[in-house]
């Protein structure tokens, strides 16, 4: 019987051809038993790699989603992803390589940003944020920019190596809604962030009454969680 673990390793092993060097050399993987281990080594070595335009197709779906970061970091070593643990995690979790890969880009601008427009637009939201909504912390000028690149960048650009600059200097907060994505002045990216909205907004100049207006139009807009209904009067 073939186990999930054994299945995630023959992934593994059809996507990393240094991987597969090392196994037939005599590493063993984690949690494998030797019997396991036996079966993955008894085809001929050739057979992993018959396909060698495999790790490529994924790279490229991948670069197509993220290529500005990619630019920004660039395409050099993109193969690297496939030795990474946030790639082997994301297969035993079953989470979208999408997601691992933005992991794997590292805290770059532009990789945080396509990074939550990532996970966005797969309806995972931040954490206690509703689904599809993430609050990004870049430097200023970073969205305008990012627009502007991906205007003129395409997967084949960026593979052939292509490269952007980081931006450098201020701060902006960028709010992912989806696809969408707007710049959020600082006060209202602290009551985004904040446990309790409208004691935040109340603490920055809001009266009770405008801090629960904003409070229940940001809930509307699917912005933050809905708040709690207020107890009726005795």
Request: aromatic share 6%.
């Amino acid at each position: 019987m073939v186990t999930d673990r054994v299945q995630l390793a023959v992934v593994r092993l059809l996507h990393d051809p240094p991987l597969v060097a090392r196994v037939y050399a005599g590493e063993d993987l984690p949690g494998l038993s030797p019997k396991e281990m036996a079966w993955l080594r008894a085809p001929d070595p050739r057979a992993w790699t018959a396909d060698v335009a495999r790790p490529g197709r994924v790279l490229h779906a991948l670069v197509g989603e993220f290529p500005v970061a990619v630019a920004e970091r660039g395409a050099e070593g993109l193969a690297g992803f496939f030795s990474h643990p946030a790639w082997v995690d994301a297969l035993g979790a079953g989470r979208p390589l999408a997601w691992a890969f933005g992991s794997w880009l590292g805290d770059r601008p532009y990789a945080r940003l396509e990074t939550a427009f990532a996970h966005a637009r797969r309806g995972d939201g931040e954490t206690g944020r509703p689904p599809g909504v993430w609050l990004v912390e870049v430097p200023a000028g970073t969205l305008a920019a990012w627009t502007t690149h991906r205007g003129r960048l395409d997967t084949e650009a960026v593979l052939a190596g292509a490269r952007v600059r980081s931006p450098r200097g201020g701060r902006e907060h960028v709010l992912v809604q989806g696809t969408d994505a707007s710049v959020v002045p600082a006060d209202l990216a602290a009551v985004l962030r904040a446990s309790d909205p409208a004691r935040e907004a109340r603490r920055r100049g809001a009266t009770p009454e405008e801090a629960r207006a904003l409070v229940e139009e940001l809930a509307r807009d699917g912005v933050i969680p809905a708040p709690p209904p207020r107890p009726s009067p005795p």
